[in-house]
């Protein structure tokens, strides 16, 4: 993939009370270059327990792949595909949402815990034109 179609990937995971947010850290690092660096917030939950928000932004491009490369082993990519009207928004944003447990195993998987948001690339920006956009970057992973 020489173009990279994308402004940005964000990726967020919550850390609950009941987390060793170390663990939570090392599944969101699963998809992230090494040593790349990850902003940390402390939150309160509906009942005062602590929330710990790690949050990062890829913007560089050979960064992006190498995030894009980790998505690309979902093993329901094929199904990614077909689903991507339903998730790219009117702004142009893709969404994911990834496991976080098998991240922590160091696999890719759909499911809940962190949070994927990529920025497509879209002239003019609309959907139609970043559903596209996002197809033909993921498909050539």
């Known amino acids: 993939m020489a173009e990279v179609p994308f402004h940005y990937i964000d990726l967020r995971a919550f ?8 663990r939570v850290e090392q599944a969101l690092r699963t998809y992230l270059p090494e040593d790349f660096e990850i902003e940390r917030a402390t939150s309160e939950g509906h009942h005062g327990d602590r929330i ?7 913007e560089n491009a050979d960064e992006m792949r190498h995030v894009l490369s980790k ?3 979902l093993p329901d ?5 077909e689903e991507l009207d339903e998730r ?8 994911l ?3 976080k447990q098998a991240a922590y195993r160091g696999e890719a998987e759909l499911g809940e ?3 994927f948001r990529a920025k497509v690339e879209a002239y003019p920006a609309e959907k139609d034109a970043a559903v596209e956009n996002a ?5 050539a992973l």
Do not use: P, Q
């Not at 710990?52 to 890829?58: D, E, G, K, M, N």
């Not at 990519?77 to 595909?81: E, F, M, P």
């Not at 790219?88 to 969404?95: G, I, K, P, Q």
């Open 15 to 22: 850390c609950y009370a009941t987390e060793d947010d170390k």
């Open 77 to 81: 990519a094929d199904t990614l595909l």
């Open 113 to 115: 815990g962190i949070t």
């Open 97 to 99: 949402r990834l496991d």
């Open 71 to 73: 998505v690309a082993e």
């Open 52 to 58: 710990l928000v790690l949050s990062t932004r890829v």
């Open 88 to 95: 790219v928004d009117e702004n142009c944003s893709l969404f």
């Open 135 to 139: 197809r033909e970057a993921l498909a």
